[in-house]
């Protein structure tokens, strides 16, 4: 009888292992965490919740803005939703706040919480337009004003970037509530 190499017991028993993991991983899962990150579900959901909004459409925002990466653009914009220190002030005020610190944009439950209240007021300025509540959150009512306001389709938006930005969140809204209906309750 030949007796087996003991490297090549090793490498048999080694590879069946490998192949037991490997038949234990969701690799859809695991390529949808990399492409289309979700985090901060909970938080999500009670925005979502609370303001009567879609949570696909916050975590498309979210993926949007920041790829669900805390960080400060160049203009300074922080957090998950990139909250501008300006956007920040509009918000405390009309939420009647008075205990804000910018810092407090660095908090990732405090800026969702500031990000879905913005969108919020902004769904409920434009008469509940979408197209028009997101080109303001990425350019400001003043230009969505002067573009049709609640009237906004995305051809009226004069801004390439803030188009592609309305587009690319709408496309994302989609494929958060597509991949991720359990985790946002959808």
Known sequence: MRRRAPWLVVAVALAGVVAFVIT???????IREVTLPLRHEDVILQQ?????????????VIYEESRFRDQTSHAGA??????TPDTADTVERLSGGETFEHEDLADAELNIRYGTYYLNYLLELYGGNVVAALA??????TNVDA???????PGDIRFEETRD???NVLE??????H???VELDL
Do not use: F, K, T
Not at 78 to 83: E, H, K, W
């Open 24 to 30: 234990r991983i969701d690799l859809d899962h695991a």
């Open 48 to 60: 979502a919740q609370r303001w009567d909004l879609d949570p696909g459409l916050i975590a498309a």
């Open 78 to 83: 922080r957090g998950l939703m990139q909250i």
């Open 136 to 141: 303001a959150y990425n350019a400001g009512p």
């Open 147 to 153: 573009w049709g306001g609640s009237g906004l389709d």
């Open 165 to 167: 930005y309305v587009e």
């Open 172 to 177: 994302r809204r989609d494929e958060y509530r």
């Open 179 to 181: 991949n991720y209906a």
